[in-house]
């Protein structure tokens, strides 16, 4: 125990008095370690850690897709009613629900709230493996239509506005003014489905907060439109390889009874946890490939400040070999100076890690599911500890260990001249730089990559102008809006009130706000065209307001937009947008064409076509859409819809933001119980929808940047150390005439051909490992030539740093040294 | 100034102080010394005597705190760095008791170093360096390592690389310490030949057999000439 304090002592000698690699080493292990630990911590909480549901793994969502040909810009599309009953026939699972999203709005509790919520048959809970925290699940008998009048609460809706009241059971409630009784309250945190795990063309809550029964008729005919997401639980020993096999069966049976819809029984069952963690997937695997490679480049630096100070430190080595030390004795002390390293370098890592988790809860986006729920995983620091103690072990005791080696004299006369340190130990800290500076070009080159993806996204033309546009849900009661003539002249006096609002110049509503999501989507009979049964033109389709158009800033291509006139005793109108024109008329003017909408018979004639809008992403591809004015064609779905108010010149986005009271006011004064929530600009909803890509450009960046800082750090370790021992030559440069900026320019000429090879590797690694990115990138190829010239000079100023300071202290060398004698 | 009446190098009242934190150390007082051109040299005296305090003042490798250093008629104390370094290249030839050669440099491109520094082309270079080689006999190792070589030898590459840019003087700072006797003997027969043939030669020896074979023996005692012995011209 003496032994090891009077180690830990000369330790802690050994580092102060060094302090500038000290403090190098501790900085480099501080941010590999702080980094990587991070990183693990996130993809643990996020892809690995087991979803809090009874055998998880046998549940699977089996989705619906519709066919490859429909182009309809998303493949998931939802079950109707009957779909979900013949399924609920299948035998390869225990339990099946179906769920469907609904707004609430909760009365006689406060102040009205628009609750998110969800509608779910009784199978939804067992297929999930989940008890309420309080009461108890939908049984059989609420899903029969008539009995559907009960509702779970969500725990922070409990707490919130029943103040975790127990006697909330039993309790009657007022949801969209009808009245139901509680029975249970769902365990804190639940929240399924989450809008970030699912698919972009189902538009789900981000948190549900109420859940009632679904309640579906007992019918063979279809009694509304295709809505449900199902979610099963796979019986003990099944695959999902052989439900999938049922389900295609399945399909094949459904088309025989149903030839109309041939090819729109297709499936595909996915896991549960796949399906949670796809869309973060590849952003956060993305991330942890820039950690790794940080990581490395720490390792590398550590090893290279290490050997280095190890190799000058072969003298000592060898007199405390002359003097009587057995090997193990300084191996066990350089082990020491090591751990010790290592030890504060990781406790330093693990304080960045906590700061760095934290900052990420904050700048995370929220498409990342569970990362609030994320902590410091201690296996994270723990692995990138053992990787740098390792690495600082390995390269810190060989130089000792290679010192110790034959006759003590021997190596005191080598380490007497100087250190020129041995041509193995120089090559292999060569090696460890020119490699710290390929894999932070690696990481330049992927941040490049990433950022003008973001930017290409964001000069994406959405098909709207975003700029100084309010919007808001407004969600009707449905008590009180039963008829969709009662819904019609809501929003025509709603719409009247907000044209009038001074700094208003547009108003408009609309069902799906682009980039909030997918609308709804239709087969549509066009005359005089004959499709194969399931190849039917399709479309999504949209209902808006006359002046929507002008709201969003859409632009009218041909024709013209809807107009108050267009009423229910008027011809039927409808808008496509470019897509469709060109898909369904290929080279005809599709003004004046007709077209009807699934089953119904009556015909609408195209008065007008706009540009493509994006609803689900920049990236996508458009697909078909039309729409159709509300007040010509007002469907109870308008109970929900959104409000866009552009604002008159001159007001930016902020000026638009301050509409928003004069417009809750409004809406007040028009109905009390109406809620209006939501309330965004629509750059908000554009930065939204990129905020993924921006988190990764973000964080890559800022690993781009720290292995530039490593880098350079590193380079500076190297060339510090090489002036050190060509001190000597440079003296007798000096004395042979060598001016100073000769000395600087042989300096910076040996830093920069390290780097130069460090940069050309980097750059043949960089056009490997980039094309594993391509899922990420859009508008640029991964081996962009812009982005890895561009790359390049980045390097070049790293290294130039990292060579600046040796190089000048290089030419501060005394031409006297070259006089002293060895 | 004249020159050829002042003689090559002129060193009036040269006086050096090392000042470390507490302590004031006078390495040169009150040094009076003039070389003429063809002169041959020694400076001799025992340890810390001052003599390569001396040495790296005619070198232009240190200045001194008093006094005046005049090189070839121009003034050479208080020149900046990038002069000195200039007139060191042109003007000074260096030979050293460690020989030191550039490791990874080959024989002909340490005897070229100086003239690369000079900006001299490398055409000439080679040719210059050529020639050097021939006079020190060892243009055949002109390819080799220094670590191929004898102590000696390294030695001869040493003198060859002071000669190549033919400078006004050629200072020898014990050029035989790290030698054997036999070695030590033709590197000093080596300097007596040049100094035959028109060198100007200023050796700092502790050796009084070497400082014999000068023509003029200046013997050193803390920090101050206190012998002058030989032809003056």
């Not at chain 1, 850690?49 to 998880?56: I, N």
């Not at chain 1, 999203?101 to 628009?114: A, D, I, W, Y």
């Amino acid at each position: 125990m003496g032994m090891l304090i009077e180690d830990l002592k000369y330790a802690v000698r050994v580092h102060t008095r060094n302090v500038g690699p000290t403090i190098l080493a501790l900085l480099t292990l501080m941010i590999g370690i702080g980094a990587g630990a991070a990183a693990v911590s996130v993809v643990n909480a996020v892809l690995l850690e087991p979803l809090p549901y009874r055998d998880p793994q046998r549940i699977v969502i089996p989705w619906r897709l519709a066919p490859a040909d429909a182009n309809l810009g998303y493949s998931e599309v939802p079950w109707g009613d009957t779909d979900f009953l013949h399924l609920l026939e299948l035998t390869s699972f225990d339990s099946m629900g179906a769920f469907k999203s609904r707004v609430f709005n909760l009365t006689g509790v406060g102040e009205p709230v628009k609750l998110e919520g969800m509608k779910v048959s009784a199978g939804f809970f067992r297929a999930l493996g989940l008890t309420p925290y309080l009461g108890r699940a939908f049984s059989g008998n609420e899903d029969r239509e008539g009995n559907e009048r009960e509702a779970i609460l969500s725990y922070r809706v409990w707490q919130e506005r029943f103040h975790g009241d127990r006697a909330i059971l039993g309790r009657s409630i007022d949801l969209n003014g009808i009245p139901y009784g509680v029975i249970g309250v769902m365990p804190a945190g639940f929240a399924f489905p989450r809008a970030e795990e699912m698919p972009g063309s189902f538009d789900f809550p981000r948190q549900a907060e109420v859940w009632v029964p679904l309640a579906l008729p007992i019918t063979d005919k279809a009694s509304g439109p295709d809505e449900l997401a199902v979610i099963a639980r796979l019986k003990p020993a099944v695959s999902i390889a052989t439900a999938q096999a049922e389900m295609n069966l399945f399909a094949t049976r459904m088309e025989r009874q149903f030839p109309d819809a041939k090819g729109w029984y297709g499936s595909r069952v996915t896991g549960l946890m796949e399906q949670a963690t796809a869309k973060a997937r590849e952003p956060l695997l993305l991330i942890l490939g820039a950690v790794g490679v940080l990581l490395l480049i720490a390792c590398a630096n550590v090893s290279n400040l290490l050997l280095a100070r190890s190799m000058e430190r072969r003298g000592e080595f060898a007199l405390r070999a002359a003097l009587g030390a057995g090997k193990m004795r300084i191996v066990r002390q350089i082990l020491t100076e090591s751990v010790l390293l290592s030890v504060c370098g990781g406790a330093a890592g693990a304080m960045l890690a906590a700061a760095a988790i934290r900052l990420l809860k904050v700048l995370g986006p929220a498409n990342i599911p569970r990362l609030q729920e994320v902590t410091l995983d201690w296996r994270a620091p723990a692995f990138a500890f053992a990787i740098s103690l390792a690495s600082g072990i390995l390269f810190g005791t060989a130089p000792a260990v290679g010192a110790l080696h034959g006759e003590p004299a021997k190596s005191l006369r080598q380490s007497g001249r100087g250190a020129a340190g041995s041509p193995v130990g120089v090559r292999l800290r060569n090696a460890f730089l020119v490699s710290q500076m390929a894999l932070a070009l690696v990481l330049v080159v992927a941040s490049g990559l990433l950022v003008q993806t973001l930017l290409r996204l964001l000069a994406v033309d959405p098909g709207f102008n975003a700029r100084g546009v309010l919007t808001f849900e407004l969600s009707l009661p449905a008590a009180k809006y039963e008829n969709s003539d009662r819904i019609a002249a809501f929003y025509r006096k709603t719409l009247t009130i907000l044209s009038a609002i001074p700094g208003v110049a547009h108003a408009g509503i609309v069902e799906t706000l682009p980039l909030d999501g997918a609308s709804d989507a239709t087969v549509i009979h066009i005359p005089g065209r004959t499709d194969l049964p399931g190849k039917e033109p399709y479309a999504n389709y949209s209902i808006v307001s006359p002046d929507y158009f002008s709201a969003m800033g859409t632009p009218l291509l041909r024709g013209r937009g809807f107009l108050d006139s267009d009423t229910a005793s008027s011809p039927s109108v409808v808008i496509v947008n470019a897509t469709m024109a060109k898909r369904y008329w290929p080279g005809e003017d599709p003004m004046g064409k007709q077209l009807s909408l699934g089953n119904f018979p009556s015909k609408m004639t195209i008065l007008g076509v706009v540009a493509d809008v994006k609803h689900l992403s920049l990236r996508e591809e458009a697909g078909p859409e039309m729409f159709v004015p509300y007040t010509q064609k007002p469907f109870p779905s308008m109970q929900l819809m959104h409000v866009v108010l552009r604002a008159g010149r001159g007001l930016s986005d902020r000026g638009a933001l301050s509409l928003a009271g004069a417009a809750r006011e409004a809406i007040r004064q028009i109905d009390p119980d109406v809620p209006l929530s939501k309330v965004t600009t629509l750059p908000a909803v554009v930065g939204d929808s990129l905020a993924s890509q921006r988190f990764s450009a973000l964080l890559v960046g800022a690993f781009g940047i720290l292995s530039l800082v490593l880098a350079s750090i590193g380079l500076y370790g190297v060339m510090s150390y090489s002036v050190a021992q060509r001190t000597r030559e440079i003296g007798i440069r000096v004395a042979l005439g060598a001016r100073g900026a000769t000395v600087f320019a042989m300096v910076l000429g040996f830093g920069g051909r390290l780097a130069a090879m460090g940069i050309l590797t980097g750059i043949l690694v960089a056009i490997g490992v980039s094309r594993l990115m391509a899922g990420a990138l859009y508008g640029v190829r991964p081996t962009d030539a812009l982005t890895f010239v561009a790359a390049v000079p980045v390097l070049a100023v790293a290294a130039l740093l990292g060579c600046y300071g040796p190089a000048r202290r290089a030419t501060r060398v005394e031409p006297m040294i070259a006089l002293r004698h060895e | 100034m004249n020159t050829a009446a002042a003689g090559l190098i002129q060193l009036k009242s040269i006086g050096k102080v090392f000042i470390t934190e507490e302590l004031e150390t006078h390495a040169l007082e009150d040094i009076h010394l003039d070389i003429r051109k063809g002169e041959y040299i020694a400076i001799s005296g025992p340890s810390g005597c001052g003599k390569s305090t001396l040495l790296s003042i005619l070198g232009l490798l240190d200045s001194p705190s008093q006094g005046d250093y005049v090189l070839n008629g121009k003034c050479a104390s208080d020149l900046k760095a990038a002069e000195r370094a200039r007139i060191r290249n042109r003007e000074i030839g260096f030979v050293f008791q460690a020989f030191n050669l550039i490791g990874n440099l080959t024989v002909r491109e340490n005897v070229e170093l100086p003239l690369i520094y000079r900006g001299i082309r490398s055409t000439e270079r080679r040719k210059a360096a050529e020639e050097a080689l021939e006079k020190v006999g060892m243009s055949a190792r002109a390819k080799h390592y220094p670590s191929q070589l004898s102590g000696g030898q390294q030695q001869r590459v040493a003198v060859a690389r002071a000669l190549a840019g033919n400078p006004s003087v050629l200072l020898a700072d014990e050029p035989t310490g790290n030698l054997d006797s036999d070695n030590g003997k033709q590197v000093m027969d080596l300097l007596s030949q040049l100094h035959n043939n028109g060198a100007t030669i200023c050796m700092v020896t502790h050796d009084l057999n070497h400082a014999r074979r000068a023509d003029r023996a200046v013997h050193m005692f803390d920090g101050r000439i206190v012998a002058d012995r030989g032809p003056r011209v």
